[in-house]
């Protein structure tokens, strides 16, 4: 069976991360987000996978390529200027030759049973079945107004005490391929905002799927910490890397862990860390690939992404750092998200900060003469 993900955004709310890859690519418990996603559709039998590109387009493709290492073929479309949902979809319209469509976020962490979705959306006949997840929350989401499994309106993001309903619009879609036909060709369309809207002033059928399975879109940098801790603590249902080492702690290969290191999960550390004697990591707390915590280096409650380096003594706590950051000895970091660009700054002006304090020839000398005269 045939898919689509929707990989071609900006991701501007979880910047500074998205100023260095594109947002389905962020990393989550050892893999991108977006491999969640390719392989929960491996699972239900969506092999055939169509993806939209656009923003950082070589770090997409680059991480997988034709599909194979995940069993599944996938295919990409390139957008030079971003369209919207909809017409991102119906340039690819061949790509489906007649099949049903089943759309999904690269940004999104799920494991909804999409086979029971599937077998679902073609019991009840309608053109658009949307996958629904009652959340606390209405004013953060598109909410639908659900009758007898049929939707019969929208809202998008209203105030806590206007909302019609509680059920948000997952993003998780699938169509007959009559679809096409209410999508115009280039210009610039989106399913939330007209096609939906259409679908109902039409009076054709959309039907509305309530799960209780995990679900988020990983908006916004509390969100994408949320859904890391998520998949650490095994709210999630997915594939995380790593051997379980129990206590919610899974390592992957060729990890060093002194002996005098201190582990308390819910933890992910990747292949080839490296965590020194002294260092104490306190979950939920995510290392990336070849990461490296010197002598009494101290993380808690932090997400470092492939190769970062905590320096001796040096604490993190709360923070994301993105690849390569280096944390120098004695640094304290709490509640930031950095790349290392922003890093190095603060590094030359500690350094000159240093170097300025340290005492010269003169002022050395008397500091020993008068330590002399004091004994």
């Known amino acids: 069976m045939k898919a689509m993900i929707l990989a071609a ?45 656009h923003y950082l387009p070589e770090k997409i493709t680059g991480s997988f390529g034709d599909g194979a290492e995940f069993g599944v073929k996938i295919t990409y ?64 989401y598109g909410v639908v107004m659900l009758e007898r499994e049929r939707i019969t309106a929208f809202q998008e993001k209203p105030a806590r005490n206007e909302a019609i309903s509680s059920l948000a619009n997952t993003g998780i879609y699938l169509f007959t391929p009559d679809i096409f036909a209410r999508i115009p ?52 249902q997915a594939d995380v890397p790593g051997e379980d080492k129990g206590g919610y702690i899974r390592l992957g290969g060729s990890v060093f862990l002194a002996r005098e290191s201190v582990v308390t999960g819910p933890v992910f550390i990747g292949d080839e860390c490296v965590v020194a004697k002294g260092a104490q990591i306190y979950g939920p707390a995510v290392l990336g690939k070849g990461c490296r915590l010197e002598k009494g280096a101290v993380v808690k409650d932090s997400i470092l992404w492939d190769h970062v380096r905590v320096g001796a003594g040096a604490v993190v706590n709360g923070c994301i750092l993105a690849d390569g950051c280096e944390i120098a000895s004695g640094m304290v970091l709490e509640d930031e998200v950095v790349v290392e660009e922003m890093l190095a700054g603060r590094r030359e002006a500690a350094a000159g900060k240093a170097e300025s304090s340290r005492p010269g020839p003169c002022t050395g000398k008397s500091r020993e003469l008068r330590s002399r005269r004091g004994r």
């Open 185 to 236: 060709a280039n210009c610039f369309f989106d399913f939330g905002r007209q096609v939906f809207p259409a679908l109902l002033a039409g009076g054709e059928k959309m039907a509305g799927y309530e799960t209780s399975a995990y679900w988020c879109d990983v908006g916004d940098l509390a969100v994408y910490r949320d859904a890391n801790f998520a998949l650490l603590a095994g709210r999630v």
């Open 77 to 140: 479309s390139y957008e030079e200027e971003l369209l919207g949902t909809a017409d991102g979809l119906k340039k690819v319209e061949d790509f489906f030759a007649g099949e049903p469509v089943l759309l999904v976020s690269g940004d999104a962490l799920t494991d909804l049973d999409l086979t029971a979705f599937y077998r679902y959306h073609q019991k009840h006949g309608a053109i658009a079945t949307l996958a629904l997840k009652a959340v606390a929350d209405p004013s953060q």
């Open 9 to 53: 955004g900006l991701g501007t709310r979880l910047r500074p991360l998205t100023d260095i890859v594109p947002k389905p690519m962020v990393p989550m418990a050892g893999r991108p987000c977006m491999e969640y996603i390719i392989r929960l559709l491996q699972k239900h039998g969506f092999d055939d996978i169509m993806v939209n590109l």
